[in-house]
């Protein structure tokens, strides 16, 4: 069956620090990756895709599929980068198949 | 654009009540899903639609029904409320012209069963 692990609930660094947001999924076949975030208030909006290869507000995931991870990075935390992050993969007729998420707090 | 809507945005209901969450997009998008958010669990597919007059069940279908009689309205409806349906539903839509698969969400209706 398809599913997505975020082993961490919870995650705390300081400005400045690097932020890695862990993601590990399992799916038979070319699996499509993606990392939604919901900031405080606000709807959940998509952040970026693996298949774009983009960095969004410094953002940068890469899909390993040997270790079958796509973990998010940031080099230098934000303060404004604290919110709710969510991994996903599409599953057929496009629906998403979402991880526990993970609520990320970025200390001053 | 209004994007995705859903009225209400907080509602409490007793054991047993009957009510239906509305979701309305008009973005012409063909795909419509509902999800419920809980602590620990992320989102969660209830229902979801690939068109007017189609709906298929999610992963935790039971004690709701869907219908989708338009492109634009998605509503979900809870047959009798339990406490186990406590939670924060999202409507989301989608287009299969996107090349880009993104999901479009509502802003969410946070529902309290006692």
């Known amino acids: 069956a398809q599913r997505v692990t975020q082993p961490e609930k919870l995650l705390s660094v300081f400005k400045g620090a690097p932020v890695e947001l862990k993601c590990n999924y399992s799916y038979s076949g070319s699996p499509e990756l993606f990392w939604y975030v919901q900031y405080s208030r606000q709807r959940l909006q998509l952040l970026l895709r693996h298949i774009s290869r983009e960095s969004i507000k410094g953002f940068t995931a890469d899909l390993n599929k040997g270790e079958t991870s796509f973990h998010l990075k940031k080099p230098f935390a934000q303060e404004e980068d604290s919110a709710m992050y969510y991994c996903?993969?599409?599953?057929?007729?496009?629906?998403?198949?979402f991880g526990q998420g993970t609520r990320l707090t970025i200390n001053p | 654009n209004a994007g995705v809507t859903q009225t209400p945005k907080f509602q409490v209901l007793k054991t047993g009540q009957s009510m239906t969450l509305q979701c309305a997009q008009d973005?012409?998008?063909?795909?419509m899903s509902w999800y419920r958010q809980d602590p620990g669990m992320g989102l969660r597919l209830i229902h979801y639609?690939?068109?007017?007059?189609?709906?298929d069940q999610g992963e935790v279908p039971n004690g709701y029904n869907v219908s989708r009689s338009t492109t634009e309205d998605f509503p979900l409806r809870l047959l009798s409320a339990a406490p186990s349906q406590t939670s924060v539903y999202f409507c989301a839509s989608s287009s299969y012209r996107d090349r880009a698969n993104e999901q479009y969400f509502g802003p969410g209706t946070r529902l309290t069963v006692t």
């Open positions: 639609s690939v068109g007017a007059g189609i709906t």
């Open positions: 996903a993969l599409i599953q057929g007729a496009q629906k998403l198949v």
């Open positions: 973005m012409n998008h063909e795909y």
